[in-house]
């Protein structure tokens, strides 16, 4: 674990620089596709995403994630096959980096991240590694 200061341009620079961060995502969807078909289950999408989003599970109540992942779950399968295919990942990931940079905000965050989360590189991203 370590510090890093962001704000909201660390996660929309790193978003909007689409080969980073096609490659970034390409990575983490194959890190969640545990038994390799190439698309992510529920389960697959619930037991990686909390690494990945740097979300600490034990201050939260069980039957709120659940609900959480739940809600992400569907409304990123956009087709509602019931698995996550690579193009609705990206979809997934992009919002949810802008949506954690609005929260960042213009005034520089001091954030803990967790090596490998989504974090973790946009911060590399915008001051090289750590
Ligand atoms: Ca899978
Ligand atoms: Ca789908």
Known sequence: MS???VNETTMTTFVEDRKAFEKCVKECFEM???DGDGVLSRNELREGFCKLMSLG???RQKEEID????????RFDEDQNGSIDP???????REIM??????FGNSPVLVALEIDSLL???VEHEFGPI
């Open 3 to 5: 510090l890093a200061v």
């Open 32 to 34: 969640l596709d545990v």
């Open 57 to 59: 599970h034990e201050t």
């Open 67 to 74: 609900h959480l992942y739940n809600t992400i779950f569907n």
């Open 87 to 93: 193009k609705e990942f990206m979809c997934l990931m």
């Open 98 to 103: 802008f949506a954690m940079g609005r929260g």
């Open 120 to 122: 973790m590189k946009a």
